[in-house]
């Protein structure tokens, strides 16, 4: 673990090292579970990410909540690297709130973690990251507050970066619809276990069920109800997967009291029964999220 850099400090920590088949092998282990995650990998990387699988072309930054489940697949032939930290190192919740820890590259109702980089943008994430390996090399009495800067810098390029990408139209709409739509991805990330209809949220966001269907209408987004049932789903997914819950009790974790309810909601929705899906992913079928 000689390329391995951490910093540790009253519960805050943040690591980072580059790639290489040791470290993918605990990558794709539960060491790093609980940590919010960012790859920095080139082309020809392929990783899956809650069941959705990614390959790069060009180098790419990747975002991983600590409820994520991440696994790498292939190692492109360049140099990649992982950083991790926890929320008690950096998670700004007022005044910075699109670039936090539950900022758009984490928390988003387009579900992508991807942000691909422009050709002139490669060398700015290069020079970050030099300059956090030269911060490790090199430490100051300054230094925690120097790594949390470059990783804010590195957050608010790539939240740039991907909000061109990614939001269309949604960029010409002024800050405060913008800050609608994410206020709605927060609040079913919060409370999809017990709010599974529009007018749940509606009523947390201080409209009338109709206006927040219409908001999406309006710019041809994913409808509210099939994101609300889609983060349900995903959920379902993971214990299935991970954990060795029985279909009944999924369903009860996930607020349905009629466990038949549940399975005809997850068939629709998934084209098999949990039972099924369960089966095939633990026989490591090429199970995706539609």
Same mark, same amino acid.
């Given at each position: 673990? &000689? ?23 605990? !990558? ?14 080139? +082309?020809?990387?392929? !990783? ?38 926890? $929320? ?9 709130? +699109?670039?936090?820890?539950?900022? &758009? ?41 120097? !790594? =949390? ?10 939240? $740039? ?11 010409? +709409? ?11 991805? =927060? ?104």
């Amino acid at each position: 673990m &000689l390329n391995h850099k951490f910093f540790e400090s009253n519960y805050k920590k943040l690591g980072f090292f580059a790639l290489n088949e040791d470290f993918i092998e605990e !990558i794709n282990g539960d060491l790093y579970k609980s940590y919010i995650k960012v790859l920095y990998l080139p +082309e020809e990387y392929s !990783i899956t990410i809650d069941f959705k699988h990614y390959q790069t072309s060009s180098p790419s930054l990747f975002f991983i909540n600590s409820n994520q489940y991440l696994q790498i697949d292939k190692e492109g032939k360049k140099q990649g690297y992982f950083m991790y930290y926890n $929320r008690d190192f950096y998670c700004v919740q007022i005044h910075d709130a +699109e670039v936090a820890c539950d900022g &758009l590259l984490f928390n988003n109702i387009f579900e992508m973690p991807m942000t691909a980089l422009p050709d002139k943008e490669v060398l700015f994430i290069d020079g970050i990251y030099a300059q956090l390996q030269q911060e490790f090399d090199s430490p100051d009495s300054s230094q925690e507050e120097m !790594i =949390r800067t470059y990783l804010k810098q590195l957050i608010i390029k790539a939240t $740039r970066i991907w909000k061109i990408q990614q939001l269309g139209v949604l960029n010409e +709409e002024p800050s405060k619809e913008m800050d609608f739509f994410r206020d709605f991805s =927060r609040l079913v990330e919060i409370h999809f276990r017990t709010k599974h209809t529009v007018a749940d949220y509606a009523d947390i966001l201080g409209v009338a069920p109709k206006t927040l269907s219409n908001k999406f209408n309006r710019l041809e987004l994913q409808q509210p109800n099939d994101i609300i049932k889609d983060r349900i789903i995903l959920e379902a997914k993971r214990l299935l997967g991970y954990s060795s819950l029985s279909v009944k009790e999924i369903a009860y974790q996930l607020g349905y009291e009629d466990p038949a309810y549940f399975n005809r909601l997850f068939t629709n929705k998934v084209g098999d029964t949990p039972s099924n899906f369960k089966k095939k992913y633990l026989q490591g079928k090429n199970v995706q999220l539609e």
